[in-house]
């Protein structure tokens, strides 16, 4: 299977985890996306990231990102060698209108079907236990003492919906 042709059978049992990687890439940063940066430990970004979502409750996880993304830094190998080959990738031909129109492709695509966990490529917070419906991995900025560059986050605005 390809980076691009996901298996088109959803997994079942469990959840299905969606990373939406999709930001551009500084065409003169000398450095890989922070996705591919490393932890002190030693550990790519986006690993720790899924690291935080119960194992147990897990049955796929697909990480999407721009082609730009794969032709620089070959990112799908990268993360079939980092995960033994169980992360699914998909890359998108064109940048999309932001996250919700990335996670609305890679459902499409993916034939994702059952609860999903939309979680960023590099948040490390963890999920302690998995709701009973489909969700997205948020944290309360209010409770941080220190948040650096609050103008690049994703933000959620929660009402009765």
């Known amino acids: 299977m390809s980076a691009t042709d996901l298996a088109t059978q959803p997994a079942t049992g469990g959840w299905t985890v969606i990373i939406p990687w999709a930001a551009p890439v500084d065409p003169v940063a000398p450095t890989r996306p922070k996705g591919l940066l490393t932890t002190p430990d030693g550990d790519l970004v986006v690993m720790r990231a899924i690291a935080s979502v119960p194992k147990s409750a897990v049955c796929r996880v697909i990480v999407a990102f721009l082609r ?3 032709d620089r830094f070959h990112t799908a190998e990268a993360l079939r060698r980092a995960s033994g080959g169980t992360i699914e990738c998909l890359i998108l031909d064109e940048r999309t209108a932001g996250p919700a129109e990335t996670v609305r492709q890679v459902i499409a ?7 999903v ?45």
């Open 109 to 115: 695509r993916a034939g994702v079907t059952g609860p």
């Open 68 to 70: 730009e993304t794969e």
């Open 117 to 161: 966990c939309i979680k960023d490529s590099d948040s490390f917070f963890e999920i302690a236990e998995m709701p009973s419906g489909s969700f997205m991995a948020i944290a309360d900025i209010r409770t941080m003492q220190r948040l650096s560059d609050p103008g690049r986050k994703s933000y959620v605005h929660l009402n009765e919906h």
